[in-house]
């Protein structure tokens, strides 16, 4: 089975574009959950979705993030504008239904704003 | 705030000796405890999960988890090189809620 998807893996763009990230959790899997890894933060949450709904973005740092999960296969971050501080690793999860929150994480997009 | 805390080493270990690294966490309502291991420049990588206080076994390694005291541990037997990684403690309130993250303890372990 494939896990989870995640495009692009490394994206360097200039202050002020926007980046959009994406995610493909793995089949039958019904919440997925955005964090973001800093050197300096550890992972944090940013937003999680169960069954596309989003239900919890207080880890959104400010108005430039949003998420959406048009359905079960897709999902997406988009930052705009973005800023220098937004560099960090972006992971996807996902977790399986009436389980006990085992995730599984996609790949990882290494995004650099210069 | 939901807090996990981790010595953030590096614990460095002989080969086949025994690693143990530690966690705990203030949250009181977390009902699931994970480890995560990570390589330099890739994910977190499932390894370990734990849901009642005691220990669980899962070939070399063992977690333990004593909700009175809010700490977790994980023990890894016989290590090996390849263990060297950094191990991420996560708790979580169960079912499909969010993982709250420690920093990781970086494990070197020498040949």
């Known amino acids: 089975d494939a896990g989870v998807i995640q495009s692009p893996r490394h994206e360097v763009t200039e202050m002020g574009q926007e980046v959009t990230l994406r995610c493909k959790p793995i089949s039958g899997h019904n919440s997925l959950f955005w964090y973001r890894q800093t050197m300096m933060r550890g992972l944090e949450l940013l937003i999680y979705f169960n069954n596309n709904v989003p239900i919890d973005d207080s880890g959104m740092p400010e108005d430039r993030f949003s998420a959406k999960m048009p359905n079960a296969s897709f999902s997406t971050l988009k930052i705009q504008p973005s800023e220098p501080r937004d560099s960090a690793v972006y992971f996807c999860?996902?977790?399986?239904?009436?389980?006990?929150?085992?995730?599984?994480f996609g790949p990882g997009t290494r995004l650099t704003v210069t | 705030q939901k807090e996990v805390e981790q010595n953030s080493g590096p614990l460095s270990v002989p080969e086949g000796a025994i690693a143990s690294l530690n966690c705990t966490y203030s949250?009181?309502?977390?009902?699931?405890f994970f480890w995560y291991r990570q390589y330099s420049g890739k994910s977190p990588e499932l390894i370990m999960s734990i849901y009642s206080n005691g220990d669980k076994e899962d070939g070399r390694f063992t977690a333990q988890l004593n909700k009175a005291s809010q700490y977790v541990s994980l023990l890894i037997r016989d290590s090996q090189p390849s263990d060297s990684a950094t191990y991420l403690c996560?708790?979580?309130?169960?079912?499909?809620?969010?993982?709250?993250f420690g920093k990781g303890t970086r494990l070197s372990v020498i040949a």
């Open positions: 996560a708790s979580s309130q169960g079912g499909n809620t969010p993982l709250v």
């Open positions: 999860a996902s977790s399986v239904p009436l389980q006990r929150g085992e995730q599984y």
């Open positions: 949250d009181r309502g977390s009902q699931s």
